[in-house]
């Protein structure tokens, strides 16, 4: 090899280590060199241990907003004589306190049983417009957790798009199959969001009808973007 080809090499070499993004191993600089197919990302990579961090912290917190609009539901629906659908509501309650609920199945059949457990309130709230004293006491208690919930359902949607958004278009099966639940929350909380918000607004016009304070309901309109 001739001395020009020699340096011309070691110059090549060293424009590919240090075009990389390093990390530190063991006190060395090693270059973290970008994995083709991967999706998105400034370095043409995606770092896949940081996006299942991500996925667990949503989860968690699509579980507890799931957990608070059941725990309010349960009392919306005692409230207005819906026994069955309150019991239904209930046992939503014991599964998601136990952390069950952190799959995508367990996370879907929580989040259905939530819109119809809404639907049946909705409807129940359009037949009876003023509620007895101790009904009245019972729709009271559900109205902080059911603030609580929507505006944790609608921070928890927000923050699992914005995260699906930066993989980019066109994301690796192994992404996909690595942040199912993640994929899963981004796509389905604008349609529940779309419905809670118009529910609220509904409720708190029960609410004050029946002179029950509103402003958890308030709350979390504004947290709808309404």
Request: proline residues 4%; glycine residues 10%.
């Amino acid at each position: 090899m001739t001395k020009i080809n020699f340096f011309s090499t070691i110059f090549f070499v060293l424009t590919l280590l240090f075009s990389f993004e390093t990390k530190s191993v063991g006190g060395l600089d090693i270059p973290k060199i970008p994995v083709p197919g991967l999706g998105g990302g400034s370095n043409g990579g995606v770092d896949i241990d940081a996006l299942t961090g991500k996925q667990s912290e949503l989860v968690k917190s699509m579980t507890n907003a799931l957990l608070n609009l059941s725990k309010a539901q349960a009392k919306f629906l005692e409230a207005l004589g819906e026994k069955e659908a309150a019991i239904a509501a209930g046992m939503y309650i014991s599964a998601l306190e136990k952390g069950e609920a952190i799959g995508k199945d367990d996370l879907e059949k929580a989040l259905v049983q939530s819109q119809e457990s809404q639907k049946i309130i909705d409807k129940k709230i359009a037949e009876q417009k003023v509620l007895e004293v101790e009904a009245k006491i019972t729709f009271a208690k559900g109205v902080p957790p059911y603030g609580k919930g929507v505006a944790g359902l609608a921070i928890t949607g927000l923050k699992a798009k914005q995260t699906v958004d930066s993989i980019g278009s066109n994301p690796s099966p192994l992404i996909i199959t690595k942040i199912g639940s993640l994929i899963y929350i981004a796509k389905e909380t604008p349609g529940a969001i779309s419905m809670f918000s118009n529910s609220t607004g509904t409720m708190m016009d029960f609410a004050t009808m029946n002179e029950i304070d509103t402003k958890p309901l308030e709350e979390a309109k504004g947290s709808l973007g309404d």
